[in-house]
């Protein structure tokens, strides 16, 4: 399991450290008193990580499964614990562009290590849910790998989608989810280069044929963009609350602005000791 920085630990849920505390003590084979009767918290339908916490929860504890049951307890736990938790938590820290079809070559892996039985049922959901395996991702990962043969490839596939242009083609393209190569063990084989819609990556699109090749030389940068949905799951809940209190797109975006200033400006108070200082200042 990948070991959190304070920061990533700091921006997660209570639920996502609960089941990183969990995984953990689950891994050193000691579970702490804090955890050995704390209540699961509610069951959301919409994701994973609480129903893989009432398993491991249930797994921790007494309980009168036997025979098929406990069989079938046993596979869900290992499941949640050697790929679910693991790529939760790696995405959490490697969580750049360019970080995703690593995970989805972790998740490959890990996959051929199941039983025949768990990769029969789980395969077509990890081949459809790849979205980080289009194109343009893997090339995105290609450029800015450390490895010289990586980038030498990605940018041989780029020019000959140009086409000896100068620049890339920025048009409207379709995206679909390419068939991924399920004994892949490096980006360059995670899916074909010789069928299927193939784009250049919008980042690099401006850039020139030589410039591109530079890219040898010092590994391509791409922007700051988040590959977990937590960020996004914010903002949605923010623009639905601004949606609820004013009307427009001007307005909405001064509400959202102001909250978040005042989110910074006002002190978070986790305990009543928070609180004294405060009341003693003013």
């Known amino acids: 399991l990948i070991i959190l920085p304070k920061i990533v630990l700091d921006n997660m849920s209570t639920d996502q450290q609960l089941s990183y505390k969990l995984c953990n003590a689950v891994k ?10 704390i209540k699961c918290r509610a069951l959301n339908h919409a994701r994973w990580l609480t129903t893989g916490m009432r ?37 959490k820290v490697k969580d750049r562009l360019e970080d995703a079809p690593y ?14 039985r768990v ?14 395996s289009h194109h343009e991702n893997v090339l995105l990962a290609l450029l800015a790998s ?3 043969e990586d980038p030498k490839f990605g940018i041989d596939q780029i020019l000959k989608l140009r086409n ?6 920025l048009s409207v393209r379709y995206r679909k989810t390419p068939k991924l190569n399920l004994k892949a063990t490096t ?29 040898l030389d010092k590994p391509h940068v791409t922007p700051d963009v988040k590959i977990h949905s937590q960020s996004t799951e914010r ?29 910074e400006k006002m002190p978070k108070f986790k305990t009543k000791q928070h609180i004294m200082p405060l009341i003693r200042h003013s």
């Open 55 to 91: 398993l491991v929860y249930l797994w921790t504890r007494k309980h009168d499964l036997s025979g098929k049951q406990l069989e079938d307890l046993e596979i869900l736990v290992r499941f949640s614990l050697e790929s679910y938790f693991k790529l939760f938590f790696n995405i």
């Open 164 to 169: 000896g242009k100068e620049i890339g083609d």
């Open 187 to 215: 980006l360059q084989d995670l899916v074909s280069w010789t069928s299927g819609d193939i784009h250049e990556p919008v980042f690099t699109c401006s850039l020139s044929n030589e410039e591109l090749t530079n890219l």
């Open 146 to 148: 450390p490895d010289k």
């Open 28 to 37: 050193n084979g000691c579970l702490p008193s804090d955890l050995r009767e």
């Open 235 to 263: 903002a949605v809940q923010q623009v639905t609350e601004a949606a609820k209190a004013v009307v427009g797109q001007e307005a909405r975006d001064g509400f959202i602005t102001s909250r978040l200033q005042h989110r």
């Open 103 to 116: 995970h989805i070559l972790t998740q490959l892996r890990i996959l051929r290590t199941l039983s025949k």
């Open 119 to 132: 990769q029969g049922i789980v395969t077509p959901y990890v081949c459809s849910g790849a979205w980080h």
